[in-house]
């Protein structure tokens, strides 16, 4: 039987563990879409997966990857032919069942995305779940009614994946962005992007008060921990701030002050179950007014085989931008 290159996470003595392999096809979870797989990416919850700092696979081995993108090699279902350029993202891929570093994926095709016309397979792992999860975000705010002139959107861990992406998307569409990043090297990259404003992490002064000068119309926040509750304590009334992850911590601690007295809106953002009809019209967007402007300049491409080495950075937060693995040619 026809063997493929995988990257998995196996259990050895109760630690997760990543290693390269190959598989066959019928090692991997059933999908009714089987893929030539071309190109994935890492995002940071691929790098819990693989380090084995977040308990994030439901069962061992497993393929890891949250991203896939590649070409319908068989499909039976209706939908979907050999042939068709297709990408998903989310759903359980990389977690619950096999994901995207396999030159091979089944997938059910009730996940996947048909290649949007003006984006290649790659543009669609440069964005990937870090980068539609940014739009959303933008579109949680707008849907709550941040517009452009309402004041300064403040975007935290703005050299990561998501936070890069979130700054250009943001900067596109006319608002005023300010970067918060812990990394003096990213400032030109951040501005090159579209921030007019930048602020040291390192250095904040976030306050003890339950309320601090009111400063944001909204936020993107990947970080969490301090960041989160600092962001909601020092926005304006009526703002929206968005929380997406955890690089900083996933504790949260604030009074209500912020909600009872300025109407500030917390807003979840969930990538993994956005449902499709509202998934293909945000990628409709990441074609058109969301599309992000500065994509090359914020993706480096590493080949398969380079894969096992990179995830400590993404550990360490030592990561800019936006990382895209070639796990074989594009058709
Ligand atoms: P990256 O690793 O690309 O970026 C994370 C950035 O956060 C770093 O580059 C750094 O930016 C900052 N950071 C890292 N460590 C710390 C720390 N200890 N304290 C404060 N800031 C830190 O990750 P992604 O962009 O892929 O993901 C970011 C977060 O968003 C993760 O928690 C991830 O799980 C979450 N996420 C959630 C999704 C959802 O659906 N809700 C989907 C995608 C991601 P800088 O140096 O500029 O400050």
């Given amino acids: 039987m026809e063997r493929f290159r995988a990257y998995q996470v196996v259990e050895e003595d109760g630690n997760a563990t990543g290693r390269m392999t190959e598989v066959g096809l019928d090692d991997l979870n059933p999908g009714d879409v089987t893929l030539r797989v071309t190109h994935s990416s890492i995002n940071y919850k691929d790098a819990l997966a693989a380090t084995g700092k977040g308990r994030i696979m439901r069962r061992f081995p497993l393929v890891a990857g949250i991203d896939v993108a590649g070409e319908v090699l068989e499909s039976s279902d209706a939908r979907f032919d050999a042939g068709d350029q297709v990408f998903a993202t989310g759903y359980g891929l990389g977690e619950e069942f096999d994901g995207g570093f396999c030159e091979r994926a089944r997938v059910s095709a009730d996940w996947l995305v048909p290649l949007p016309a003006g984006l290649t397979l790659h543009d669609a792992m440069a964005i990937g779940t870090a980068g539609f999860t940014a739009a959303l975000a933008v579109q949680r705010m707008e849907d709550n009614g941040l517009r452009p002139g309402n004041g300064p959107v403040a975007v935290s ?154 995830f400590d950075a993404f550990m360490d937060g030592t990561v800019t931008g936006r990382t895209v693995v070639q796990i074989a040619e594009s058709p």
């Avoid at 992406?165 to 990394?183: F, N, P, Q, R």
């Avoid at 090297?185 to 090159?192: C, P, T, V």
């Avoid at 000068?213 to 993107?220: I, T």
């Avoid at 009334?237 to 911590?249: E, F």
Wanted: hydrophobic share 40%; net charge positive.
């Fill in 157 to 310: 861990g703005a050299s990561g994946g998501l936070g890069s992406i979130a700054v250009d998307i943001l900067a596109g569409l006319g608002y005023e962005v300010t970067g918060i990043t812990g990394k003096t090297s990213a400032h030109d990259f951040l501005r090159d992007l579209g921030a007019t404003t930048i602020l040291d992490r390192t250095t904040l002064d976030m306050g003890k008060r339950p309320l601090e000068r009111s400063q944001w119309a909204g936020a993107v926040d990947p970080v969490g921990g301090d960041m989160l509750p600092w962001l909601t304590r020092s926005a304006n009334r009526h703002a929206s701030i968005a929380s997406c992850g955890l690089a900083g911590g996933h504790e949260f601690s604030l009074t209500v002050m912020p909600f009872i007295l300025r109407g500030v809106n917390i807003l979840g953002v969930d990538s993994v179950a956005w449902p499709m009809n509202k998934r293909r019209a945000l990628w409709a967007r990441l074609t058109s007014d969301m599309r992000p402007r500065q994509l090359s300049q914020i993706t480096r491409t590493i080949p398969f085989a380079d894969l096992p080495t990179a």
